[in-house]
C-alpha cells in the first residue's frame, strides 16, 4: 500500500470505470481494459478496487486520465474537510517532486511548507502559487495547512512562549520597548516561524504594546475600585475593570494566530505600500463597486500584486486593478504590525472621505471614465501627485498614456481620458 494516500476511493475508482454515473460521451471499461489504458496489469485494477492496494499519485493521474475524470473524483470526497495539503497534493495526482518541479522551490522549502505550514522568507505568493498547482482556492490550502499536526502543535506552544513573555514584559514600569531580542521565548518562538529574531521581536513589541494599553487602563480602573470614595465611580470602574481583563485576555489568545496568518501573507515593503495605496484609493471610492485604480499607474510590474489581495481586471484595453475583500481585511488586520516593521512607508487612511472629495489641497478628482464606458477609474494618488509636479502652468496637461487606445490629460485641478491621439480641450473634466 502506497503510504500516505489515504484518501484514495476503491469504491470512486469502480464506479467510474463501469460509469455508474452515466457521464456522457462515456462507456464502461473491463478491468483489462483500464489496465491496459494506463499501463498495469489486471490484478493491480483490481487490486486498487478492493482497497487491497492504493496507487500512487502518478498512477491516480493516468487513471483519471484514461476515465476521463478529474483525480479528485477517484478520491473520497466526503472527508475533505478534514484533508491536510499533502492529502489536497495527492488527490491532484502529484508527487511532492512535481510541485517542486512547478515552482522551481527546494525540496526542503515545500517539505517545510506542506509539513510545517512555513512560507519561504522570498516567496511572499507562495500560497497563491502552491494553490494554483493544485489546482485549488487560497483559502482551501490555507484550510488544509490548518490542519496540518504540526501547525497545530506549533500554535499551541506559541500561545504558551506569548503568555510567557506577556506576563513578564507588559506589567514591567517605564517606556515600553518590548521583549528582549536574547529572551528564549522569542527565540524558540522565531525559530518555529522560519523568521529572523529581529522581525519576530518587532512584530511582538506591537502586539504585546496592544495588550499593554489593555493592561494600563485596567489598573487605572483597579486605583478607582479600591480608593475611590464615590459608591457609584467605584461600581462603574469594577465593571471597567472586568471589561479590560476579558479584551485582554481576547487579545491575548488572538495573537498567535494571528503571527500564524501573518507570516503565510505578509509581503514586502514594497508590495505593502501598494496594499496601502489601494487601500487609501478605496477609502474615497469603494461605495461605488464599479471603481478600479490604473495598474500601470500603481506599479511598473503587476505580477508583484497578490492574487488574493488583489483583484485585477481590464477596461476595454487598460489594466486596472483593486484589493480583494480579503485584501481590504488584509490591509485593516495588519496595517500595525506593518507599521512595526517597516516604519516609513505610507500608513492607510482610516478615515472613509466621500467618493467626489479632492484628496489634494488645490488638487482635481481622482476618477475619471473612458469615452463610452460607466466604470469610474483612478489615479492613485501618489502617482498623481507625482505627475502634476511636472505640470508647468494652469492650462498646461500632462499626457500620460493608459493603453495603446487611450490617453490621460492630467492638468492641476482636473484629469480626463480621451481616445489616443484625440486633442483634449482644457475644461475636459469628470
Known amino acids: 500500500m502506497t503510504r500516505g494516500l489515504t484518501n484514495f476511493s476503491p469504491a470512486e475508482l ?50 483519471a486520465r484514461a476515465l476521463k475524470v478529474h483525480p479528485w473524483q477517484l478520491m473520497n470526497l466526503d472527508e475533505r474537510d478534514m484533508w491536510t495539503l499533502a492529502d489536497y497534493r495527492r488527490a491532484s495526482g502529484l508527487r511532492a517532486q512535481d510541485v517542486v518541479e512547478h515552482l522551481n522551490v527546494s525540496p526542503k522549502n515545500y517539505r517545510r511548507f506542506e509539513n510545517e505550514g ?39 506552544r506559541a500561545f504558551e512562549l506569548v503568555l510567557a513573555m506577556a506576563e513578564r514584559y507588559v506589567p514591567m514600569p517605564g517606556p515600553w520597548r518590548g521583549p528582549a531580542l536574547d529572551d528564549p521565548n522569542l527565540l524558540e518562538l522565531a525559530a518555529a516561524y522560519g523568521r529572523p529574531a529581529p522581525r519576530i521581536r518587532r512584530v511582538l513589541t506591537y502586539e504585546l504594546g496592544e495588550l499593554r494599553q489593555s493592561h494600563v487602563r485596567a489598573q487605572r480602573e483597579r486605583v478607582i475600585a479600591d480608593y475611590d470614595t464615590d459608591l457609584a465611580r467605584q461600581a462603574s470602574a469594577r465593571y471597567a475593570l472586568n471589561r479590560w481583563h476579558e479584551i485582554y485576555d481576547k487579545e491575548l489568545v488572538r495573537i498567535p494566530r494571528r503571527l500564524e496568518r501573518f507570516h503565510r501573507t505578509a509581503q514586502p515593503s514594497d508590495v505593502w505600500q501598494l496594499l496601502v495605496d489601494l487601500h487609501n484609493v478605496d477609502a474615497a471610492m469603494r461605495q461605488d463597486a ?65 467618493a467626489n472629495s479632492k484628496l489634494r489641497s488645490g488638487g482635481g478628482q481622482e476618477a475619471f471614465t473612458l469615452p463610452n464606458r460607466t466604470e ?24 500620460v498614456s493608459l493603453s495603446p487606445t487611450y490617453e490621460l490629460a492630467v492638468g492641476l485641478n482636473s484629469i480626463s481620458a480621451a481616445a489616443a491621439g484625440v486633442p483634449f480641450s482644457i475644461d475636459d473634466t469628470d
Open 376 to 399: 469610474r477609474l483612478v489615479v492613485p494618488q501618489p502617482a498623481l501627485e507625482a505627475m502634476r509636479t511636472l505640470i508647468v502652468g494652469p492650462k498646461h496637461t500632462l499626457p
Open 118 to 156: 512555513i512560507v519561504p522568507s522570498r516567496r511572499p505568493q507562495f500560497v497563491d502559487q502552491v494553490a494554483s498547482v493544485l489546482g485549488v482556492t487560497h483559502r482551501r490550502v490555507e484550510q488544509a495547512i490548518d490542519r496540518t499536526p504540526a501547525v497545530q502543535r506549533r500554535q499551541t
Open 290 to 354: 464599479a471603481t478600479w485604480a490604473v495598474t500601470k499607474l500603481l506599479c511598473k510590474d503587476p505580477t508583484v500584486l497578490p492574487r488574493y489581495l488583489v483583484e485585477r481586471n481590464s477596461v476595454h484595453d487598460v489594466e486596472v486593478c483593486r484589493l480583494s475583500s480579503p485584501g481590504a481585511s488584509h490591509v485593516n488586520s495588519y496595517a500595525g504590525l506593518y507599521a512595526a516593521l517597516y516604519p516609513g512607508v505610507r500608513r492607510p487612511i482610516r478615515t472613509p472621505v466621500r
Open 14 to 63: 469502480r464506479a467510474h470505470r463501469l460509469n455508474v454515473y452515466a457521464l456522457p460521451r462515456r462507456v464502461s471499461m473491463t478491468a483489462e481494459e483500464l489496465a491496459k489504458a494506463v499501463g498495469a496489469t489486471k490484478a493491480q485494477i483490481l487490486a486498487y478496487e478492493n482497497g487491497h492496494r492504493v496507487p500512487d499519485p502518478p498512477r491516480v493521474r493516468t487513471l
